[in-house]
């Protein structure tokens, strides 16, 4: 069994930044590729980049490339996500999830959920 809390979010100007955390708990969490999603009023969930257990292969969506970054500690059960230059169509409650095996671009694969963070990008 994984839990998985995530914070960081808030109201930033257009530009700005933002770090959201993802913090375990679970023996095994290392064990799982994490992902994060982006959900916007009235969208479906989408995919916005995952990590492998060990932190060395990452994945990003072609929306956020070049301005997100995936990373992780599992000394301290954590993934990071540096947002940079947001956009205000950035705007959107985000999850972290986990997954062992599947397609890591689909959210039904996850087998853990947090229960999101709201970012909110200003023009």
């Known amino acids: 069994q994984v839990q998985l809390v995530e914070s960081g979010g808030g109201l930033v100007q257009a530009g700005g930044s933002l770090r959201l955390s993802c913090a375990a708990s679970?023996?095994?969490?290392?064990?799982?590729?994490t992902g994060w999603f982006q959900q916007a009023p009235g969208k479906e969930r989408e995919f916005v980049a995952a990590i492998s257990w060990n932190g060395i292969t990452t994945y990003s969506a072609d929306s956020v490339k070049g301005r997100f970054t995936i990373s992780r500690d599992n000394t301290k059960n954590t993934v990071y996500l540096q947002m940079n230059s947001l956009k205000p169509e950035d705007t959107a409650v985000y999850y972290c999830a986990a997954i062992r095996v599947g397609n890591l671009r689909v959210p039904y694969e996850y087998d853990y959920w947090g229960q999101g963070t709201q970012v909110t990008v200003s023009s």
């Open positions: 679970g023996r095994f969490f290392s064990d799982y590729t």
